[in-house]
């Protein structure tokens, strides 16, 4: 296992050379298939992933049976940090989008290294920080009552994820299926599919595969959020 995949994961990227090398004989790595459950929601949990390819699905099961995606991770992301945490099951259930290696950290391991370096502390809370503005922003998204508004506001989660910006243009480069994109905002298949046609016709959007611009994103999140 090489350190440079560690050096991508932003809690650690403070940390010297022989940090990388001391992190990565404490990590185990490990590969799951597109599609395959890593963490199952109400688990017990002792260990945290760092993601080094690939991307994951963090999801919640409704009490009729639906689920709800909380949020998507790709490389340089992780999870599985509260339960270690706190000590109590796992919060959600993480599964794989595609092809995903992931780096796994015991329990013991990560609280000494936390110790050890507390930038590492401060990396990990900025991103908690982040994922909980995320949350709020989510919640009042599906507090809408519209599911132009719900949907759009779900396209704007994502560009400010995984979108890459290029003057007022934003590019999401692979667009969530069609079940997880209606999972993420509250709504059916058919409205996602719905509503993109409306966006696409409005020219708000442009679509190309999973490929999705946003020609002039200020003016997108003007109007959705
Ligand atoms: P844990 O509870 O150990 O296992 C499930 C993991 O999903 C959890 O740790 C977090 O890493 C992750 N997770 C839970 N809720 C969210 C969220 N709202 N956004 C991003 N990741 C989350």
Redesign the pocket.
Known sequence: METSLLKKVPIFSQLNEDEFEKIRMLCVSKKYAKDRII?I?EDP?NS??LIQKGRVK?S?MSDDGREVI??I?ESGG????????DG???????TALEDSQVLILRRGDFLKLMEDHPQIAIGLLKELAA??R??DT?IKSLSLQDAMGRVSSTLIMLAEDHGKIKEKTVMIPRIPLQQDLANMSGTSRETISRVFKYLEDEKLIIRDGRKVVIPDYKKFRRMFS
Request: no cysteine; proline share 0%; hydrophobic share 50%.
């Open positions: 963490l929601e949990g945290m992933f963090v919640r909380l949020s991770l992780f999870f599985g940090e509260m339960s270690l945490l109590k099951a796992r919060s959600a259930s993480v994922r909980i995320r949350s989510q």
